[in-house]
């Protein structure tokens, strides 16, 4: 779609129909802050200590002991 395309389709609307699509913008553009907001907030979660990591794989039933050792050696 062209830009002459897009204008003539927005001056075939009223003026109450243009304030009605501003609006319904405006909702979507806050709705997509917020979802912005809410992973960069998730992405602020604190690292955990190895000691907690280690407590929740043996809880697990999981050796994480093995994969430790691979990662220090590289």
Known sequence: MTDDEFVSILR????????????NLEVKVQEKKRQIEKRK?????????TSDVEKMADQMGL?????MREISRR
């Open 12 to 23: 075939s609307f009223s003026l109450e129909q243009l304030d009605q699509l501003q609006q």
């Open 41 to 49: 907030a998730a992405m602020k979660v604190p690292p955990r200590k």
């Open 63 to 67: 050796d994480l002991s093995s994969l």
